[in-house]
DNA sequence: GTAGGGTTAG
């Protein structure tokens, strides 16, 4: 008996050699055994328990004590917190005081890291003026964790409201009227007698992420000569400014830092590199340093798949998402709105619903930023009514998410509902940033509304304050040019506060070729080639507007000069998707395997089609054929020859879904107006601006386009 | 007690 008592005397002197469930379970057996517990003893116990984070049995020993000591109570705090149950944590703390027990200086980390947690900043200040008046405010641990309490709380709320101030409005009247989060990191972290790596990582971090970049690297090198040396933490907070400086010279240089600290194989380290290289379009770079490392979890997963939609490269994140859900990495709730974009980009809307079906059965619902990239991809891939669908379900609707509706809406020809929508979101009190007005002007440019726009044009510098940037002029430009104003387009252009690219002339150069204008389309081509002299849908344009004009000198010229760039004609592609699988035609290709039926069905419904008033319009072909074969080339057009894939293969009513890399001719367009009446489809196509859906022998664009 | 990835864009 008398040496089990002693054998307890020392384990308890020594709780850290209780390395064991099982042994703190024997410990605590051993002293129901032999003495009553007292409230020392059992407290001792209960640390050993919460050390072990046995969250449990610390508070069913716990529960049996009437009045707690500090050291249980600060047991059970760091435990909570440690299951990340932090208003518990919280409550505790509120409860230890009630009970006027004055606590020491450990318990404080865990119990602003919970405010922390909980973004309770009140509760935190609170508690760092009670830090001061046990005169506590020199302890390491405890400042550490109120630097990090203010730079996340009081940052990320100052952060938010300047990134929405338009540039005009002077930034003093701000300043003075929010307390920035970085004043109070920077006069905690000056107060401390002794400083370690933790609190030069937090303020770096914190100088970082409050977008003071070079406060964050010139804290850097402070540290240096502190002789602090940086540590993953350090790099990882500083590498992503590089990123958003597009520096990769000194991005480089801290790569080479990290690997000679043999610190490379780091996942976060290696996923601010993965970062860092595909910000600055080295995806090459990006992809090596994701090969290189050892472990890899969803956020690096992630880098890499967000690195490659920041590229273009589309199908690749797609792959890469799909190998990751195979290794068994769950994806988080990012990894969603990275790769929804991918799909909205490819149109693949049958990955997309898989991805929403993920989305629902994980419990990320009710995601805003998900839920925003939802909706955006079914729209992309012709589903408005699913697009909006999830938007109506949608308790909160940010700038973002309202934009995505109304670019949809726009997208679809639903002009007057996406004006509606923009309407609406001014009245529930959001404000509409850039983006939004390139969605609403948009809006107006595919229905006509010429007014209307140009209310809204007007009220970005008058009442939001926003500087109108290439897009908005761009969305205007064409809207007039559509409209047939093309004089006040060109003058509307050459007046523009930002340099034209050749992309805004584009636009009015077809404009001028549906109004049939050549004199200004031989001007705005003169613009167009002096911006981009290889441009070659100007070229093909103009041929086609000289040859409609009898001009075949001139054409001949053009089309001389186009042979000496060797430029040749994008070829034209459609897409539909079939069975899980994406079907891809290109104009005039016979290779695809069903290429026989495809023709019996065009054969078929274009005798129907000619019955019913039908006539080739032959105008926008560019070859010096005979009209015979300038139909048979009509005939071959991408996405004729991928609509009848879909009709043939699909059970009679199926909507029909197609994407197409250029815009539909006059011709297809007016072609398969007639053959969705014949079918009975409702025929919907996307091509590089919009969607047209036609339906009972009509289109939703209503032919202005 | 400290760190990395995200949604809307003619």
Known sequence: MSSSKALIKTLIKNPTRIKT??????????????????HTSASILISIYTNLKLLHEALLLFQTLESPPVLAWKSVIRCFTDHSLFSRALSSFVHMRASARCPDHNVFPSVLKSCTMMS??????????????????????????????????QGMGARKVFDELPQRIDCDTVSSALPLGIDSVRKVFELMPRKDVVSWNTIV???????????????VREMGSEDIKPDAFTLSSVLPIFSEYVDVKRGKEIHGYVIRKGIDADVYIG????DMYAKSARIEDSERVFSHLLRRDSISYNSLVAGYVQNGRYSEALKLFRKMVNAKVRPGPVAFSSVLPACAH?????????????????????????????????????NIKAARKVFDRMNVHDEVSWTAIIMGHALHGHGHEAVSLFEEMKLQGVKPNHVAFVAVLTACS??????????????????????????????????LGRAGKLEEAYDFISKMRVEPTGSVWSTLLSSCSVHKNLELAEKVAEKIFAVDSENMGAYVLMCNMYAANGR??????????????????????????????THGFVSGDRSHSSMERINEFLEGVMEQMEKEGYVADTSGVLHDVDEEHKRELLFGHSERLAIAFGIINTEPGTTIRVTKNIRICRDCHVAIKFISKITEREIIIRDNSRFHHFNRGSCSCGDYW
């Open 120 to 153: 309770d900043l009140r509760f935190g200040e609170s508690v760092h003026g009670y830090v001061v008046r046990l005169g506590l405010g020199c302890d390491l641990y405890t400042c550490n964790a109120l630097m990090n309490l203010y730079a996340k709380l």
């Open 21 to 38: 469930k099982h042994q703190a379970k024997q410990l605590h057996a051993q002293f129901l055994r032999t003495q009553s517990l007292s």
């Open 205 to 219: 971090a914190g100088y970082a992420q409050s977008g003071m970049c070079e406060d964050a690297l010139r804290m």
């Open 346 to 382: 490819l149109s693949t809307l049958h990955l997309g619903k898989q991805l929403h079906g993920y989305v629902l059965r994980g419990g990320y619902s009710d995601n805003i930023f998900i839920d925003s990239a939802l909706v955006d991809m079914y729209s992309k891939c012709g």
């Open 552 to 581: 075949w000198k001139e054409m001949a010229r053009l089309r001389l000069k186009m042979k000496k760039l060797g430029m040749r004609k994008k070829p034209a592609c459609s897409w539909i998707e079939f069975k899980d699988k």
């Open 446 to 479: 595919h229905v006509g509304l010429v007014d209307e726009a140009w209310g809204y044009f007007n009220s970005m510098t008058e009442v939001y304050g926003l500087n109108p940037e290439l897009e908005h002029y761009a969305a205007v430009a064409d809207l």
């Open 271 to 274: 996923s601010s590199l993965v």
